[in-house]
Every structure is written in structure tokens, then in C-alpha cells.
């Protein structure tokens, strides 16, 4: 019997999400549309200090999640921190690492990108350091992270695990959520609420694309942007 697209997987995705659709509508938006449903909504997701790295495109995706620790493993695995994810990762996921181990060692690089770019894989959000920035953009994958430097995770970082839950600055990711990242920064969206944030940012960009028409066709921006435009954005949770 063929299998619903629905259908909940081994890593904890939400079965009820229609993720396809989702990031369809997803991706014409942009990340300050995005944070703005959020703050409406009252529901956290807006991480600040992530850097686009690569590319000028935007990306949209489920999250895949991946936590990196301090130290060498307990037991060497001998598979390489990202691969695992890598290898579950499909072409609508983009995978989140934390490492917030006050380390100063990549946990993502040039390998790890060209193998996850053959995988169709939309991105990577790395809250800590990446390296092989300029390799990157020449594989021609998106890449965030918060920082850079040229050392390697080779004695310094593990992988702990993958497809749980983390924390992205002040965020909790789970696996499932959807994101989406562009020049400005990148926002969480909890799987749950992902129907009602698009919807809601939807409206803004419709409202201030208006707006825009509206400052082209020569209406001062005072009037513009008055009561109306505050009160689009006030909190609704």
C-alpha cells in the first residue's frame, strides 16, 4: 500500500503536517514576515546572531536536528559528526546543529556540504562555528552559522545525537519544525503552529506590499505607516 506523505517517520516528524504545501507557501515569504506572525502570535522562533554564509538564497525546510557536545565520544562510533544526518536527510530537510559548547571547532565543513548538496538537502543552520566557507558557495549550498574558524572537530567535538530536540539561541527546535533563513537572519517555526504563522505572515507581506505600492505612487510614509500598520503587528496570544 502506498504510504501517506502524512505519515509519521522514524525521527519524530509530525504526522498530521502537510510539509510540501507548507513550504511551497513557505518559501515566497522572507524571515522578517515570519518573526512579525510570530510576535503576533506570541510564539518564540526569531533567533538572532545566525549568518548566511553562502549563496543569496533563501531557504525554507523541515528541520533535521543534530547535537554536538564537548570531548571525544564514550564510544568512537567511527562515523564522522553530520553523516547521519546527512544519510536519513531528505530534499525538503534542512539540518540544525547545535553546538553551544563554548568550543571553537567547526561541526560542519567542505565534505559535509558536497555530500549533503548531492543529497538534494535545502541548507544547513549551525548555531556555533562552521568552516570551508568559500567551498560553500562554490558547492552553491546555503549555509548559517553564528561563527567561523578554521579548526576541526576532530578531538575537540562529538556528536551526541540526532533527531531530538535542541536549543537554538534561546529556541527550542524539535525535528519537524519548519525554517526559513535568508540575508536578514533565520526563524523557527514550531510544526504545530506552522498553518497559522504562514497564514499570518502571508497577510503582513500582502499588507505591506500595499503599502509599498502605495509609497511608489507618491503617499507620504507618515500616512503609510500609521495606526494601521502598528496594530497589524500587535500581539494576538
Not at 71 to 96: M, N, P
Not at 192 to 203: D, F, G, N
Not at 204 to 209: G, S, T, W
Request: proline content about 3%; hydrophobic content about 40%.
Amino acid at each position: 500500500m502506498k504510504k501517506n506523505k502524512r505519515e509519521h517517520c522514524r525521527c519524530g516528524y509530525n504526522r498530521t503536517v502537510n510539509y510540501e504545501h507548507l513550504l511551497e507557501r513557505l518559501i515566497l515569504l522572507d524571515a522578517c514576515a515570519v518573526s512579525d506572525a510570530l510576535d503576533s502570535l506570541n510564539i518564540p522562533g526569531a533567533v538572532d546572531g545566525l549568518v548566511r554564509r553562502s549563496t543569496r538564497e533563501r531557504v525554507a525546510g523541515r528541520v533535521r536536528t543534530l547535537k554536538i557536545s564537548a570531548g571525544c565520544a564514550a564510544r568512537d562510533s567511527g562515523v564522522h559528526l553530520g553523516v547521519r544526518s546527512i544519510q536519513e536527510a531528505g530534499d525538503l530537510d534542512v539540518i540544525v546543529v547545535e553546538q553551544n559548547a563554548g568550543i571553537s571547532a567547526a561541526c560542519w565543513g567542505g565534505i559535509l556540504a558536497h555530500a549533503a548538496k548531492l543529497k538534494r538537502i535545502r541548507g544547513i543552520v549551525v548555531d556555533g562555528p562552521a568552516r570551508d566557507i568559500d567551498e560553500f558557495g562554490e558547492v552553491g549550498i546555503p549555509v548559517f552559522s553564528r561563527s567561523v574558524t578554521t579548526r576541526s572537530a576532530r578531538g575537540r567535538v562529538h556528536e551526541k545525537a540526532i533527531n531530538v530536540a535542541i536549543e537554538i539561541g534561546h529556541v527550542t527546535v524539535n525535528p519537524g519544525d519548519l525554517v526559513i533563513g535568508d540575508g536578514t537572519g533565520v526563524v523557527f517555526i514550531p510544526a504545530s503552529k506552522a498553518e497559522a504563522v504562514i497564514t499570518t505572515a502571508e497577510v503582513i507581506v500582502a499588507a505591506e506590499r500595499v503599502m509599498i505600492d502605495a509609497i511608489h505612487e507618491g503617499k507620504p510614509p507618515a500616512e503609510v505607516m500609521d495606526r494601521d500598520y502598528e496594530s497589524m503587528l500587535e500581539k494576538r496570544g
